[in-house]
C-alpha cells in the first residue's frame, strides 16, 4: 500500500470583484448585515460571457500541474467536484480532459457540494493507495453567481456564495508516515432538502416546466438553504469529523498546525477555533475575500495558505467540510 501527497496546489479567481454595497444596489441588504453574520466583505463574479466552471477549473489545474513538476501526460486520473457544472451532462471532468489535452484518462465528476473536494480527494487517494493511480488531478470548481437569485428574496443565500476555482495533484508517495493519512466521509439524505436546488431536475421536468408551465421564475429554481438549521448541523458534524480524523491516527487537537475548514460562514470556523483551542495561525479562513465557494474553497483557502508559506513540510494539515446533503467529510494530512 502506497499513500498519497499533494505535490501541486493552484487556484484561480475571476478579477471581477462584487462588494457587500455592489450587492446593496440590486437588494435589500447591507454591509454591515454580512459581516455580521458571515464575514464576508466581497467576492467574485464571473462576468456574463466570460469564464466557466470548466475553465476556471483548467486554469487551476495548469498551475498544480506545473508546480507538482509533472507533465500533463502524466495525470492518470481526474476527479472534478462541483455542484455548477456547465452541462446538465457531461460533466466537467471530460472537459477538462479535452481542454488541457490529456491523453483519454478516465473522468469522475463528484457532487457532494460544499465537502465535494473533500471527497474527491478520498477517492483519488484510494487509486493511489491500492497501487492503480500514480498522479491524480483533483478539482473543484464553481460558478455560482449566474444561478443566484439576486433580488431580496434571494438575498439570504446570493450574498453568501462566490465563484473559484482550486485544484491539486495528489501523487504516489512511498512513505506511509507522509501525505494523505485518512480521509473520513458522511452523509444524511435525510436533511437533503435542506439545502438545495431542486430544479433543473428530473423530478421537475426541466424544458416542460419551463416552457409550458411559464414557471422559470419559481423559487425551485434557485438554492434553497434553511440557514440556522444548516449552521446549527454544521457546527456539531465540523467538530465530530475532525476529532474522528484526529483519533483515528492518534492524534490531539493539540497536534494541529494548520486547519483548513470549508469556508461557508467565517462565525462557523471561529466557533471550531474555540473549540479546539487553535491559535488565529493555526485556522486558515479567506471568506473574507471570496465568499463561500463551495467544492472550490478548500483547495482556494489550501493554496493561499500554502503560498504564504503557512504550511510547511511536516506540519500536520486538517481539513473538514460540511454542506448540501447533508455530507460532511475530514483528511489529515502530514505535509
Ligand atoms: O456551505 C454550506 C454550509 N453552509 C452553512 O453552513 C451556512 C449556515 N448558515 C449561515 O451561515 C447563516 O444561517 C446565514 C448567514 C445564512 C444567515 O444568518 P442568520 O443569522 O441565520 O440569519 P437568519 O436567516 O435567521 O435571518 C435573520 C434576519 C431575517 O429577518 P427577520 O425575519 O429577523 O426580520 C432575514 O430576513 O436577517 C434577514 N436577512 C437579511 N438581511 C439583510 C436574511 N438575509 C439577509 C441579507 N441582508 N442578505
New binding site residues.
Given amino acids: 500500500m502506497y499513500n498519497s501527497k499533494i505535490t501541486g496546489l493552484g487556484y484561480f479567481v475571476p478579477e471581477n470583484v462584487v462588494t457587500n454595497d455592489d450587492l446593496a444596489k440590486v437588494m435589500d ?2 454591509d454591515a ?2 459581516q455580521e ?2 464575514g464576508i466583505k466581497e467576492r467574485r463574479h464571473v462576468v456574463k460571457g466570460g469564464d466557466t466552471t470548466t475553465t476556471m477549473g483548467v486554469k487551476a489545474a495548469k498551475i498544480a500541474i506545473e508546480r507538482a513538476g509533472i507533465d500533463k501526460d502524466d495525470i492518470d486520473f481526474i476527479v472534478f467536484a462541483t455542484l455548477s457544472p456547465d452541462y446538465y451532462f457531461p460533466g466537467p471532468g471530460v472537459l477538462v480532459q479535452r481542454d488541457l489535452g490529456i491523453k483519454t484518462v478516465g473522468a469522475l465528476d463528484v457532487r457532494n457540494q ?1 465537502s465535494g473536494f473533500i471527497y474527491a480527494l478520498s477517492v483519488a487517494d484510494q487509486y493511489i493507495k491500492t497501487g492503480m493511480y500514480k498522479n491524480v488531478l483533483v478539482i473543484g470548481s464553481e460558478l455560482h453567481s449566474h444561478g443566484l437569485d439576486m433580488t431580496t428574496r434571494g ?2 443565500v446570493s ?2 456564495f462566490g465563484d473559484g476555482a482550486g485544484a491539486a495533484v495528489l501523487s504516489r508517495e512511498e512513505d506511509n508516515s507522509k501525505g494523505l493519512l485518512s480521509t473520513h466521509l458522511h452523509s444524511e439524505g435525510q436533511h437533503a432538502e435542506e ?1 438545495s436546488l431542486i430544479a433543473p431536475g428530473m423530478g421537475k421536468r426541466w424544458v416542460t416546466d419551463i416552457i409550458e408551465d411559464n414557471d422559470h421564475n419559481d423559487e425551485s429554481f434557485y438554492p434553497h ?1 434553511n ?2 438549521f ?2 446549527k448541523n ?1 457546527v456539531v458534524r465540523f467538530s465530530e469529523v475532525i476529532m474522528e480524523g484526529l483519533k483515528t491516527n492518534d492524534l490531539t487537537p493539540e497536534d494541529i498546525d494548520m486547519l483548513v475548514p ?1 469556508q ?2 467565517l462565525r ?1 470556523s471561529q466557533f471550531i477555533q474555540k473549540k479546539f483551542g487553535l491559535g488565529d495561525d493555526q485556522v486558515f479562513n479567506n471568506i473574507m475575500k471570496y465568499g ?1 465557494t ?1 467544492a472550490a474553497s478548500i483547495p482556494i483557502a489550501l493554496t493561499e495558505a500554502w503560498e504564504k508559506g503557512k504550511i510547511k513540510e511536516g506540519d500536520l494539515v486538517v481539513l473538514a467540510a ?3 446533503g447533508f455530507t460532511w467529510g475530514s483528511a489529515i494530512i502530514k505535509w
Fill in positions: 441588504t447591507n448585515w454580512i453574520r458571515t460544499c438575498r439570504s450574498v453568501i439545502l438553504m440557514g440556522q444548516v449552521f454544521a470549508h461557508a460562514n462557523i463561500n463551495t460540511f454542506g448540501s
